[in-house]
């Protein structure tokens, strides 16, 4: 009853949970607008597209991702193989365990009629897929431990999964050893089927099972002889072989049934196979009820982002259906830590000691801001930052064996982050020019140019008048003379420019406008003869320096091979230390203040 109880309470649990992670799949957002979309829509659409999918060509598709990525796990194969060995072992040994032993009498008893579990194939096949689990996990061991693969961390969880599995397996063993040699066992057995006036024949059977099987010896010491171990032989083979395979094909359960048989004594007083089924069986439960809010979840996540990343697409797929995609895809991330050894921005982390510059540390983060609905100010200012250093390589994405769109996740993390009102240094990194090839992708044209315009406020807000159309910039050239650190400048060669124009005939940011010069104030050129003049001051307030997509083209086509987008990153750069250091002496005087105010 009270097992029941908990078999019940565990598949409940279990049930609420999954039931839980999938609602968030259509409820989480990533990017901009996606919160936005109703449940119902994005519910609505995922089944549409469902339907669609297995009335048209994609089912094959479907197929073919299901069988190769999600069963046979290529991805990972392709990347790792000794990684595809540990993670294939604790994969298909632990779902053929559930398959064939954990639900026998749902499945393997109504499939085979003459089945039983402690016949072959299913005695020998239980053990191989428990030492199948087995081996994975000592190889997830020896990858934390021994090769200490870089980039892979091992947190807390991840020794709880690893322990529970290791405790359902080695109880299983141990349980099935127990039970091996259990005499009480044996004589349910002798009482439900043997005849009660042959006791020579129990006797001899006792014995055969003593000397071949691995049954105790707990009152029958051997050696036996010949003939009743013959008798006893025979008797097996009458009665008990159709339901009994020689307990050597359970090789590991034999092999713990011989390391339990010194203490036989002892386990027979104890009723150590019912004590070992306790403990098999809770550790189960356990298990199933954790499931749904462990990292293991992946086991269902996984292969359902696997399959609905190969028939959606952000350009033709329903918004709704990319949204659920992107929620999805955050439960699918194993932490393997692939995507951040292959990141090109790794030193970077090393070097800011800032761990969210690196893919996998930033999915954990994201999977828990989706859970909590948001981030510490702390994680939230470390992610952004780590965003903007992303380079946009795309390795991430192409190593991923779980096949998550990584590179279009960051995109729409980072877009959202500049959405959100604070001043966003996006634009001195590269991420403005893949921002600009994506600008049809946001909904209005003033979602793009707002950070824009916000972030160059920020920085040069008292050398820029907007006019009230948001155009045209003008620029205040009287009195400004250049200050000492223009050196810097001297690496960019712009003195050798003698204004042929060609940078600003290919800059793609200029072609953007019918009316540039009105846009951005200031042209390329005209940029580099601010700073042949000496007024680098003059030329950081252009609009056109913090509208570059750093696209390279003006450095590429320069016949003078002047480092053009280098110098607007020097310029850049040096608005934002002096912003700093203004914004630094206000806090110093706020503080001075607010000392003087408290003495007086």
Known sequence: MLFDLLLYGALCIFLLGTAWRVFTWFSRGIGPGSREIPRSRRFRAALLGATRTVFSGN???????????????????????????MHFSIFAGFVLLLLTHALDGLIT???????????????????????????????????????????????????????????IVVSGFLLEGAKMGSREAFQRMVEEWADPDASEEVRALESYWIQELGLYATHLSPPFSEERLARGRETHEMNCSFCHAPSQWAFASYGANRAMAPAASFLDRVNASLVLWHIHIIACFAGLAYLPFSKMFHVVATPVGQVVSAITDRERSDPANVATRQAVELDACTQC??????????????????????????????????????LAPAEREAIRRGAVICSNCDRCTVVCPSGINLKELWMCVREALIQQGEPEPALLSPFSFFRGLRKDTLETV?????????????????????????GSVALDLTGLQDRPGSRDLEAGRFADCFGCRTCTSVCPVVGNYRDPVGALGLLPHQVMYCLALGMPDTASRSRMLWDCATCYQCEEHCPQGVRITDIFYTLKNRAVRDQNARSGASREGARSGETLRAAL
């Open 59 to 85: 089912i094959l598709t479907l197929l073919r991702v299901v069988l190769v990525d999600g069963l046979l796990q290529w991805r990972i194969l392709k990347e790792d193989r000794l990684r595809w060995v």
């Open 109 to 167: 008893a109504n499939l085979f009629e003459s089945y039983y579990s402690t016949v072959n194939p299913w005695f020998f096949l239980r053990d191989l897929f428990g030492v199948l689990v087995l081996l994975g996990l000592v190889l997830a061991v020896l990858r934390r431990t021994v090769l200490q693969v870089p980039r892979l961390r091992t947190r807390s969880r991840d020794v709880v999964v690893l322990a529970l599995l290791a405790l």
């Open 337 to 374: 830590g692939t995507c951040s050894l292959r990141c090109s921005q790794a030193g970077a982390a090393m070097a800011l000691g800032n761990p969210y510059i690196l893919p996998s540390e930033r999915m954990e983060c994201l999977r828990r801001a989706g859970r909590k609905g948001r």
């Open 446 to 470: 003033a979602d793009y140019g707002r950070p824009l315009d916000r972030a160059r406020r920020h920085l040069l807000a008292d050398g820029i008048d907007e006019s009230p159309e948001g």
